[in-house]
């Protein structure tokens, strides 16, 4: 149970209209103090907007966003207690690193000594301790990225608010990143808002996440729970890989049988299913190898060895089933491509949603 001194932000039948248009649809979610929340969701669904109205440079066109208890409305942004990290960093090019972390302490009239003292502190939280008198353009990718994170911390604001600012950066250095803003987070104890249309990135950060599709907030929770308990199709597909199947469910004591144009498969589901129209998620990483006839049965026209997983793309037997995405973890690749091979589903693996 959250009580009301644990909510930092609320948003509350918040709806955002462009004319014609409408980006944000009465959505309700809250964040809590000292969590890193993510909001993801896919280009164009309405979550950089979302960050915006939080951040004061949106007005909602209905609801309303409270910080701390406090209605936003009318409030500049220079005025909330919040601070931005922008995809495009911004950093000013004719300024030092010291001096561009300092930059919101002096314009807020904190004095010299203080400025000096605070820009050293973050400078060594975000491990660039003795680089206040270099330039931006000397350093590397990641350590801009550190720097923009230290000028937006330096002012310890309430939330802090970060705009897909990992999107430029290649997969290592963001992989990198990712660990460095769960340590900063977590030395903090700063309340953290992050936009991002990487689930990956999102899942790896989050202590809670809300995904976000064409408006609208699909589902609010910890990314195991989103990952492993989907309420919905989207979710389901979006948030990681995933295999979806469409047909008439037939429910009989554990097992649940699924029939398919052209064929059936039979599992054990992670929760009891009506008979009816189903559409089944089953995740690659949730099949095994079958001793004899299983669920799922076809050739290898794919095989990707990634190290640690082997990952398939199955061409069914049945006519009706599009290509199945198989992960076998471990070193050993146990199937060839061009070979046929028959699958099995972990019991309680699949998740059914109903029509």
């Known amino acids: 149970m ?54 004061g440079f949106e007005t909602p066109t209905a609801g309303t966003v409270s910080l701390n208890g406090e209605n936003m409305a009318g409030v ?11 995809q495009h960093l911004s950093l000013f090019p004719h300024m030092t690193v010291g ?25 060594e939280l975000v491990d660039l301790g003795g680089y206040e008198d270099r330039r931006p353009d000397e350093l590397s990718g990641g350590q801009q990225q550190r720097v923009a994170l230290a000028r937006a911390l330096v002012n310890e604001p309430s939330v802090l608010l970060f705009d897909e600012p990992l999107s430029s950066l290649d997969r ?45 907030i699909e589902q609010v929770g910890k990314p195991e729970d989103i990952y492993r308990d989907p309420n919905s199709p989207f979710v389901a ?25 052209g064929g059936t498969f039979s599992f054990v589901a992670a929760e009891e299913v009506r008979d009816g129209s189903v ?13 004899g006839s299983g669920s799922v049965e076809g050739q290898i026209v794919e095989r990707y060895f990634q190290g640690d997983q082997t990952n398939y793309i199955v061409d069914p037997d049945s006519e009706s089933l599009s290509d199945v995405r198989v ?12 070979e046929r091979a028959s699958f099995d589903v972990r ?7 109903e029509a």
């Open 279 to 291: 559409t089944v998620s089953i995740r690659p990483e949730e099949f095994v190898l079958a001793n």
């Open 76 to 86: 500049p942004p220079n005025a909330r207690d919040t601070n931005l990290v922008f």
């Open 327 to 338: 992960v076998m973890q471990g070193r050993e690749s146990p199937v060839s491509r061009g």
């Open 237 to 261: 597909d979006f948030i990681g890989d995933t295999n979806l199947f469409e047909g008439e469910a037939r429910a009989e004591n554990d097992t649940t049988t699924v029939d398919i144009d």
């Open 99 to 123: 001096e561009n972390v300092a930059y919101g302490l002096k314009k807020s009239g904190v004095d010299s000594a203080t400025r000096e003292r605070k820009v050293s502190e973050y400078l």
């Open 347 to 353: 019991d309680g693996a699949p998740v059914v949603f």
């Open 172 to 216: 290592k250095l963001r992989k990198q990143m990712q660990v460095e803003l769960r340590k900063i987070h977590e030395k903090t104890q700063g309340s953290f808002f992050y936009v991002t249309h990487d689930q990956e990135v999102a899942m790896t950060l989050s202590d809670r996440m809300a995904v976000m599709n064409d408006g609208r």
């Open 2 to 55: 959250v009580g009301d001194n644990d909510v930092l932000i609320d948003l509350h039948g918040i709806r955002k209209e462009y004319d014609e248009v409408t980006a944000v649809k009465n959505i309700d979610f809250t964040i809590r103090r000292g969590e890193f929340f993510s909001l993801v969701g896919p280009s164009g669904c309405g979550k950089t907007t979302t960050l915006r109205m939080i951040s």
